[in-house]
């Protein structure tokens, strides 16, 4: 083996250890939202984008960068705003009903509401094997949603799947915003900046004094969720997308363990049935993507680091898409 083909496996493996250190830090961030007790959604989703904004903007003025918004892509990024915060918000209420391995899940149906959305908003065609991983992953989410009068939990089980449809929205708009030339950071401080305005009046209406004990827990959620950003970030910049999206599904389990250990949860029968079925497609459409090996030459459509301005509008949605690396 030679030095390029060890530092090429070297930096696999960076990438792949990022993504685990990115599904740590996304259910933490779960784990902590649910901790914080009985307080409203809407001011648990403000603290956590708070933190996100500090974290943002420190981010911006630390490389120096311009914030530049253009007519060309400005639809884009309210777009993008306004499906991530809605997606936020229905996934926190849905965290606070759920078992927290179904809340996680549910979220992780992004990709495939993507995949879907796609087609009309960036004009891509998916492929064969892309359409029939998205019809099981759905048939999964019902497994999970389980629509039936008895279920308690279908109204926060409906909002979960909400959260994995804003989200996959979200990643096109994102998209779209970033092939006409938007800078990461001022998209990420732009939806920080519209969650925080957007919850703030209903979180100033019902507002809920919080223990200390609660403060450290949206502020622990806040610091989770920016060690799921920075390692998803880095995970990019190591290793094309491609060879990544399978492990990113690493931060269910990490839920379920969280659940099982600390909360006492365990999914149902028909829960894991769903997990298996979407996990196992994502497994499916990533040993596709990758044809079975971990490598290939680094594309601009592969790694949302290289500089949005030479990535190709035009690439094909799913697993060789890196901008999804921008979570809500």
Request: contains cysteine.
């Amino acid at each position: 083996m030679d030095a390029a083909s060890t530092g090429g496996r070297n930096e696999q493996i960076k990438g792949i250890v990022c993504i685990i250190l990115a599904g740590i830090g996304f259910s933490l961030m779960t784990f902590f939202v649910r901790l914080s007790g009985k307080l409203p959604t809407m001011q648990k989703a403000f603290f956590r984008n708070a933190v996100a904004l500090v974290i943002a903007a420190g981010t911006l003025l630390s490389k120096r960068e311009k914030f530049v918004i253009t007519k060309a892509y400005g639809p884009d990024i309210f777009f993008r705003c306004l499906f991530g915060t809605t997606a936020v918000i229905a996934n926190f209420y849905a965290i606070d009903k759920l078992v927290l391995a179904d809340s996680n899940m549910l979220n992780k149906l992004s990709p495939f509401f993507a995949i879907v959305l796609s087609i009309p908003l960036l004009r891509e065609k998916p492929s064969r094997t892309d359409i029939i991983a998205t019809l099981i992953a759905f048939i999964g989410a019902l497994f999970i949603i389980r629509p039936t009068g008895s279920n308690m939990a279908l109204v926060p089980s409906l909002a979960g799947l909400y959260g994995g449809f804003g989200a996959g929205t979200a990643y096109v708009f994102v998209r779209r915003a970033t092939g006409k030339g938007a800078k990461t950071p001022v998209i990420v401080i732009c939806f920080s900046l519209f969650s925080c305005l957007l919850t703030l009046p209903f979180m100033l209406a019902h507002f809920v004094p919080m223990s200390a004990a609660q403060w450290l827990m949206l502020v622990l959620a806040g610091a989770s969720a920016a060690l799921g950003q920075f390692s998803i970030t880095s995970a990019y910049k190591f290793t094309p997308a491609k060879n990544l999206s399978v492990f990113d599904y690493t931060q269910v389990l990490f839920a379920t363990l969280w659940g099982f250990l600390f909360l006492h949860e365990m999914p149902l029968p028909s829960s894991i049935v769903g997990y298996v079925l979407i996990i196992g497609v994502a497994f499916v459409r990533w040993n596709k993507a990758t044809g079975g090996k971990m490598g290939g030459k680094m594309k601009a459509q592969d790694n949302p680091t290289i500089p949005e301005s030479a990535a190709v509008p035009g690439a094909p949605m799913g697993e060789e898409n890196g901008g999804n690396n921008e979570r809500v």
